[in-house]
């Protein structure tokens, strides 16, 4: 057995299925033992691509997504959406080749220490320098991907490592992280705190937001008599899609964050946005985390208990009991949240169609799917999606803000739904991150539909300029009027082009009838997204 089948067969006991790779040297062998093994791989075009894909199977399944690229640049072109996984709190593996042990400090080819440049990016990373660490070093990486506050993970893989001959016993057994449970009497504490109050509020991250939590929000909310809100947005406290809630908060007289950072979403928990006599409780699997709270709350932070969200809102269903009747409060909250602001007008006064109403027929097509997966990535067309459209499985570009991700979002989405309409909403700036990968779509036989909002500018930053520079002070934020359905079909991909409202629909039908990766670019008015930046 070679190290490289210490790294496919403890994948394959992990039960991973799927990675998302992109060749280079120094893997190959990883590539042949992924043929004993049983997994498949799918080659993208960037390596930062492969990394979303395998981010998008995480947040979709719980389990480990897997990205294998090879050495220092292929490495380094994998690293952005590492800040974005760690963000989403996404169990992510990034493996990547790397120059043998036996040439450490001789100048071997790609030599980079790759476990002090991913450092800040990920949970653990790590650079086995045998068969046996190889071993103990995976199995480790897999688990402490899960364990805690999900994240993204990273192993050098050497490649006199991989080549090396090992004993069987070099693949690790134990691959299931222990989840950290609540101290004795903290339970009882939040207990009694919400139950106490009049306008509770429960918080949480991306890790149990709607699409990850499988239902428990409401089944905590029903317990507990009071809201439960994931913030997952970029945006924090203003995500689009809470509508009018940041208004609310200064109402709360008690908060419980539930594996969500009192960070910037929620403006540190300060006052406007809560009132002074909020009292905060906080449970976080991260003690820096926790000591951040204990400096920002102060006094208001009634207690703060170091365990996992995931069992957390499992002994809060399991135990609470709603004692009062707040569904004049929960009532006020679900309206805020519903609450819209919208152009009156279809059309703009110059004839390009308004973001609202690209929208309004994409949730005609995720309403009638049958297992939809919606995908949403981009500056300012990007939050009015986020604003407008639903489904029950929704991934984001989540509270990193970074753009770009969404191709590869949508790709590996398909590649763990097979069956399912995935339907990707992005603007023009986000859409020529990695627009190749609709050849690596049409390669795999992923299809998807990806919505185009073109309004021929980087519209975030335009909007941004335009409120604090003034009209005359606008520079270096346009683009092209660019013609990607053209390229998507030079691709190999279904390619719509659409300038009049009344064309959007039969062009997300005839898109979704190709069968085909699919790109309907839509000429839109550029407007400003309906919630402004949070930072």
Same mark, same amino acid.
């Given at each position: 057995?070679r ?28 590539? %042949? @033992?992924?043929?004993d @093994? %049983?997994i498949?791989?799918?080659?993208v075009?960037?390596?930062a ?6 981010d *998008?199977?995480?947040?979709l ?6 990205a294998?690229?090879?050495a220092?640049?292929?490495? *380094?072109? @994998? ?12 169990p ?8 043998p042990?036996? *040439? ?6 790609q030599?980079?220490d790759? *476990?002090?440049v991913?450092? =800040?990016?990920v ?28 994240g ?11 080549n ?7 693949? &690790?057994?134990d ?8 101290? @004795?009497?903290?339970?009882?504490t ?6 106490? &109050?009049?306008r ?12 990850? +939590?499988?239902?428990?929000? %409401? ?32 109402a ?13 979403a ?26 951040? &709270?204990r ?22 269903i399991s135990?609470? +009991?709603?004692t009062?009747?707040?569904? %004049?409060?929960?009532?006020?909250v ?7 602001v ?12 308004? =973001? ?10 995720l309403?009638q ?5 919606l995908?949403l990535?981009?500056?300012?067309f ?9 489904a029950?499985?929704r ?24 069956? &399912?309409t ?14 190749s ?14 919505i185009?909002?073109?309004d ?9 300029q ?11 934020c ?24 009344d ?10 009838? +190709?069968g085909?990766p699919?790109?309907?670019n ?14």
């Amino acid at each position: 057995m070679r190290g490289a089948d210490v790294v496919a067969q403890t994948l394959s006991a992990a039960g991973v299925k799927t990675i998302f790779t992109l060749s280079g040297n120094q893997i190959m062998p990883v590539f %042949d @033992a992924c043929i004993d @093994a %049983d997994i498949r791989l799918i080659h993208v075009r960037h390596e930062a691509a492969a990394v979303f894909m395998a981010d *998008a199977w995480a947040q979709l399944t719980g389990g480990v997504g897997v990205a294998l690229v090879t050495a220092a640049p292929g490495f *380094a072109n @994998a690293l952005g959406p590492l800040y974005t996984a760690r963000a989403s709190e996404s169990p992510v593996l990034l493996l990547s080749g790397d120059s043998p042990v036996a *040439a450490d400090g001789l100048g071997p080819f790609q030599e980079l220490d790759q *476990a002090a440049v991913a450092a =800040p990016l990920v949970k653990a990373a790590y650079r086995p320098t045998d068969g046996v660490a190889l071993g103990r070093d995976m199995a480790a990486a897999l688990k402490t991907a899960r364990s805690g506050r999900p994240g993204p993970v990273q192993v050098a893989l050497a490649f006199d490592v991989l080549n090396e001959d090992v004993v069987d016993t070099a693949v &690790a057994g134990d691959l299931d992280s222990q989840p950290q449970t609540l101290e @004795a009497g903290a339970l009882e504490t939040i207990l009694e705190t919400l139950s106490a &109050a009049d306008r509770p509020l429960v918080l949480t991250g991306p890790f149990l937001n709607t699409t990850r +939590s499988k239902g428990r929000l %409401d089944q905590a909310a029903n317990a507990l008599g009071a809201p439960v809100l994931s913030l997952e947005s970029p945006r924090g406290l203003k995500d689009p899609a809470l509508g009018d809630l940041p208004g609310i908060f200064a109402a709360a007289d008690a908060v419980l964050c539930l594996g969500k950072k009192v960070d910037f979403a929620v403006n540190f928990g300060r006052t406007p946005v809560f009132d002074p006599a909020c009292k905060f409780l906080v449970v976080d699997p991260e003690p820096d985390h926790l000591d951040r &709270a204990r400096n920002a709350l102060g006094d208001r932070l009634i207690g703060a208990w170091k365990a996992d969200a995931g069992p957390t809102i499992e002994a809060l269903i399991s135990h609470g +009991s709603d004692t009062k009747n707040r569904e %004049d409060w929960r009532a006020k909250v679900a309206g805020a949240i519903a609450a819209r602001v919208s152009p009156t007008e279809d059309v703009s006064p110059e004839g390009r169609i308004q =973001p609202i109403a690209v929208c309004r027929e994409v949730q005609k097509v995720l309403d009638q799917a049958n297992d939809p997966v919606l995908v949403l990535d981009g500056g300012e067309f990007g939050q009015w999606a986020m604003a407008l459209l639903s489904a029950p499985r929704r991934l984001i570009n989540g509270p990193a803000g970074a753009i770009g991700g969404g191709i590869g979002y949508a790709i590996g989405a398909k590649a763990n739904r097979p069956d &399912a309409t995935v339907i990707a909403v992005m603007g023009d700036g986000t859409a020529g991150f990695h627009l190749s990968e609709f050849e690596t779509a049409v390669r795999n036989n992923l299809p998807f539909v990806a919505i185009i909002g073109n309004d021929a500018r980087w519209n975030a930053e335009y909007q941004i300029q335009l409120r604090d520079f003034g009209e005359n002070r606008l520079i270096g934020c346009e683009l092209s009027p660019t013609r990607y359905d053209l390229a998507v079909a030079g691709l190999g991909g279904h390619g719509e082009y659409v300038t009049n409202l009344d064309q959007l629909a039969d062009a997300l039908q005839r898109a979704l009838a +190709s069968g085909l990766p699919a790109c309907i670019n839509v000429e839109i008015e550029g407007l400003a997204a309906p919630a402004g930046p949070s930072h």
